[in-house]
């Protein structure tokens, strides 16, 4: 299991949750980043890659930094349509209550709670089986995937 | 005034509405890309860049095109940051109603309809005066200092 690896002053600020916890299941940490998974019964395979440092704006990072970042969050998506051939992948850095600078990664299928509304709307409907079990892989082999996607990101960037 | 240039086949789908028509107001068109402001009254500094081959994932992009496209998203913001200093810039590829690959860039702000929430949820309240009345920049000013930024990432991109 990976361990969560706060950041150290001066880019920690104690009053944001995303210095101060890993902000979900901690799938791999790197030096400058981590990916954890959203618990999120509604949106299982929902990924968010975080910036170590509390950073704001994706453009207060320098052109490597942005690039290092975009290519984990492209080696996410990339795991998400080879395991689960989801409809369609959802990426979003929003930030407006916990303004760190954070990735969604999100595999969304025509069948989901929301879809094809993005999944911060209101629910067009209820799923019944959980949506967990539908997926065409399970949760800690889709966590492996992940984490071994992103290792070989994790010297460059 | 730029022109719209849809793609030619096989890229172009005519059944999507982001391969027939602009998609908004155009700010500018390249060749691969082309920025749009969206008509939104809640949201009047919204725009998208929008990939002009029908493609509907960003990992369908090779990393240059990648990295080129994230090149124009990130000046947009940059424009979006310094003209308007907003609460906060949100960033979304999405793409479950129209799947041709687009960025939204959206300058937010802490008095409008919708803030902290995503522009996609409910609406928290109503604004008035109007929101762009409010921005600190016009609209025509921001459009073409947009304009001015991408174009300098058009040969490259």
Redesign the interface.
Known sequence: MPVFQPPAPPDFRPDCELCREAGGTLVFQAARWRVIRAQDASFPAFYRVVWRAHV????DLS?AG??GL??VV?AV??VL?DALAP???????????V?HLHWHVIA?FDWDSH????V???PAREVVPAPVVRLRTPLPELDTRVARAVAALAPAA
Do not use: D
């Open positions: 704001a704006e994706w453009s052109l942005q690039a975009m290519g492209g998506e990339r349509r409809t369609k992948i959802n990426l979003a850095s929003l930030g407006n209550v303004p969304r879809f094809p509304a993005p911060w709307a209101a």
